[in-house]
């Protein structure tokens, strides 16, 4: 067990509001991404953070935001969602494996739904 | 541009057969290769990852995966399936650039006939 959560594990929200999804790492790892899963593309980086208000866009960041104050939290915001936000959402960790490779360990998932 | 390709979308195989699962990279070095399994509702769990060395690997669940440079392939394979390998199984390679991502493949969904 990687000591991964995502809050909430399951959202129905409405086009137009703001919505944020955590995750939580109960270690101190410095690297943590956020995927999106559709079917048909696998998974998606959308952003990824390699430490406390570090964080990059990945290929899909587009309408998606994310904030790192503390090491254990990383927290992706849809500023105003849309029905083409409707995914599954995974955090993933990256735990040092030695030179530049992490491996990565997979959170439960959140599964969104806008109307 | 990289890319990892699962050209299989779905497939079905009887329970005690035989299975291979195709992933096909495209990458200019040797690339860090791993296969992950999702069962429905849940999570990915990392089956196997080929990093340099032994061309075959050893994984859990009674996987293996070969990487052949030469077909640049890494296919999954299980010598005889089990009703509980039906999931959704993923390819993906990672790169050492600054994100030290995971870029994945379409899926394959495995079915299992009793």
């Known amino acids: 067990d990687a000591g991964i959560t995502q809050s909430p594990r399951h959202k129905v929200t409405e086009t137009g509001t703001p919505v944020t999804l955590r995750c939580h790492q109960t270690?101190?790892?410095?690297?943590m991404y956020w995927y999106r899963q559709d079917p048909g593309h696998g998974l998606r980086l959308i952003h990824y953070?390699?430490?406390?208000?570090?964080?990059d866009k990945g290929e899909v960041s587009d309408g998606y935001s994310v904030s790192r104050s503390k090491t254990e939290d990383f927290l992706l915001t849809l500023e105003s969602a849309t029905s083409s936000q409707t995914s599954v959402y995974f955090c993933?960790?990256?735990?040092?494996?030695?030179?530049?490779?992490?491996?990565?360990?997979f959170g439960p998932g959140t599964r969104l739904t806008v109307l | 541009a990289q890319s990892v390709t699962q050209p299989d979308i779905h497939i079905t195989v009887s329970e005690g057969a035989s299975l291979e699962l195709r992933c096909n990279y495209s990458y200019g070095a040797t690339p860090y290769l791993f296969w992950y399994v999702q069962s429905p509702g849940q999570g990915l769990q990392l089956l196997l990852k080929y990093f340099s060395g032994d061309t075959l690997v050893q994984g859990i669940k009674g996987f293996e995966a070969e990487f052949k440079r030469s077909q640049s392939s890494f296919n999954l394979r299980k010598p005889s399936v089990h009703w509980s390998d039906a999931a959704e199984y993923f390819c993906a390679y990672f790169s050492s650039g600054s994100a030290r991502q995971l870029t994945f493949g379409s899926g394959t969904q495995l079915t299992v006939l009793p």
């Open positions: 953070s390699y430490g406390v208000k570090d964080t």
């Open positions: 270690e101190n790892h410095r690297y």
């Open positions: 993933a960790i990256g735990v040092a494996g030695g030179g530049l490779y992490n491996e990565q360990f």
